[in-house]
């Protein structure tokens, strides 16, 4: 969200969803968003009694940072199998964020980086610890609640443009 658009945005979304938690008040209230501090100090303040949900998309986007750190650019059949591996049980397995987590910090202990890589790599680990809580996928899908924003996102630029 561009700074100069933020306060506006921030008093129209927060004005509209107190309407509709006035108006669904016993409604199971998700909060689904990137990983953007800014978003979730908002978020947090607004709605302390929501679902909390990193979007997945954004969550794959990290994992393949790490891959490209762990197996470098170059497509190896070894970086797909990991990123695949680690996509499907982030999404797939209760807990899965933690075996992520576990895979990385084996790689970093592996020393095999430079030292902007390591810091890079390091950032990636810090990241799916910061935001584990809110990773947990599997158990999302089986209650039936969305891990994706994308469908909302397209949605809102489609409204926008319509009004452009």
């Known amino acids: 969200m561009p700074e ?12 509209r969803v107190a309407e509709a938690l006035r108006r669904y008040p016993r409604a199971v209230h998700v909060v689904l968003s990137d990983g953007a501090t800014w978003n979730w100090q908002l978020l947090e303040a607004q709605y302390p009694g929501a ?7 954004h969550a794959t986007q990290h994992l393949a940072a790490a891959a490209g750190l762990i197996f470098g650019t170059a ?10 591996r680690w996509r499907t049980a982030l999404r797939d397995e209760p807990g899965g964020v933690a075996g992520v987590i ?22 990636e680990i810090n990241y799916f610890r910061t935001h584990a809580d809110k990773m947990q996928y599997a158990d999302y899908l089986a209650a039936g609640l969305p891990i994706g924003s994308g469908v909302t ?12």
């Open 102 to 123: 576990r895979s990385l910090i084996y790689y970093r202990n592996r020393g095999q980086f430079s030292l902007g890589a390591a810091r890079e790599l390091e950032r």
């Open 51 to 57: 679902i909390w949900i990193l979007d997945f998309y």
């Open 4 to 15: 100069e658009g933020k306060a506006t945005f921030t008093q129209l979304f927060t004005t």
């Open 75 to 84: 497509p190896p059949p070894e970086k797909s199998a990991w990123y695949e």
């Open 153 to 164: 996102e397209a949605g809102c630029k489609e409204l926008i443009e319509a009004r452009s």
